[in-house]
């Protein structure tokens, strides 16, 4: 059967592709919108911490022997602890000044990162093994799914509909929303604001290093994988509208598919495609999809 | 802290501030304010537009920029004190523009200031005060109209256990008849012990709440009346205000 001249089995395959992308997108530009959200700053470091994310996965398993599982966990800690570092000592002092410096400082930090990754590991990459569990692949009866691309697309999505829940459904969630809105009459009101806006950076630093972890077996382990991805990743946030957290799910996902499909049925532009969507919708409606218009 | 009266200081001071001044960057705003408020006392800081008296709670809180003298509440002295530890020597804030948060519902707006003491009011007292708050709990908290916006901004402050109440210009842009509630609740309230420290424009609704005025004038107090002085003093305190 084939749908528009393409074998369905080759669809469905294209589509769990982009579905897998969307995935890493949507939990990327969540994090981004969570650290803009509380924070005020476009975290351009975010490419550099996905890759150490994959990184730091691949030393704990090919130094210390730390399986997989493990490493999901373990990983973004560790990223996230240096970013709390980053924030306490240098993001701290931009929070009121424009969106640029932060930008500038973050940009910056990436290279750096990146260096540092380039001059230790250079750029050939290294490759993550996909943990045993998950190796092989389930026969679904109309195409069939590598276990671990199964695997990323369901991780990814528990954890940002769990992000999501957090944010808009719980009490912890309402210090979030009320410290993105007014963080100082929060702080009137006795929240230790400082201390939550360091801790929101963490979180969001730890998506990123997660997102990272689960690249590593498939994509490789490379210094530069982050700039490439990031970004793509920011025509999404641009798309989806800056801060909005369904908005970035929902659009991170939704691109991935786009990406797929135009993949399928004009390759030539799939490249673009994003960047395309990207200038339609700044056209349209500047604040994004979900952007609230101010 | 409960109101519990002690023979030695039957009306033991809650908040002391001596030689405040305080800063917006370069602007210096406050130029040595000193007042002092006693526990269970109802007092008002009055003035034009821009005399400081805005300014004279958000330097309490810590929320202006650089601050200097002295800010005692309850007997500590709170002048280095980040804005969050001193929230939690028992104070609540009910800001100018009201602030409510649109990304929470009512309730949430509600909720969302934590204890800084123990003896709040329950969540169902409130409602009992403010029975529209209960009927409009799901409603998004900027959907409020003006007068529920304020009862919400004052009653999620007194689930909190806070007994010192700032409360800035909370008649402003109201209908009189909501106007006229409020003083109701400020009047329940100083019954159930608590102490405001009230920002007003509106004398008229001041007046009759306050055990003392404060009138401040470019940043500093240029007057103080006290409740028996008040027929007395009343054409000073209209030249002074412009009223």
Redo the contacts between chains.
Sequence with gaps: MEIFGVPLNALYAQLLLGLMNGSFYAILSLGLAVIFGMLNIINFTHGAQYMMGAFVAWVLLSRFGVNYWLALVLSPLIVAAVGIVIERTMLKRLYHLDHLYGLLLTFGLALVIEGLFRVQYGISGEAYPVPEALTGGTDLGFMFLPNYRGWVVVASLVVCFATWYIIERT?LG??L??G???P???????????LMITLTYGFGVALAAFAGVLAAPIFQVNPLMGSNLIIVVFAVVVIGGMGSILGSIVTGLGLGLVEALTRVYYPEASAVVIFVIMAVVLLLRPAGLFGRES | MTEGVSAFAPNPEYLRVADLHAFYGESHILHGIDLTVRRGEVVTLLGRNGSGRTTTLRAI?G?TGRRGGSIMINGVETIRL???RI??LGIG?C?EER?I????TCE?NL????A?SSGGMSVGEIYEMFPNLKERRNSQGTRLSGGEQQMLSIAR?LR?GARLLLLDEISEGLAPVIVQALGKVIRSLKEKGFTIVLVEQNFRFAAPLADRHYVLEHGQIVMTVDRSELASRMDKLHQMLGV
């Excluded at chain 1, 100082?184 to 400082?194: D, E, R, S, T």
């Excluded at chain 2, 948060?101 to 929470?104: I, P, T, V």
């Design positions: 009490k309402s210090y929303r009320a993105t809105e007014n100082k009459l929060l702080q009137a009101f006795g929240i230790n604001v400082p | 809180l929320l980040p804005t969050h929230a939690h804030y800001p602030g948060y649109a990304s929470l949430e909720l969302l200031p934590p800084v402050i909190t």
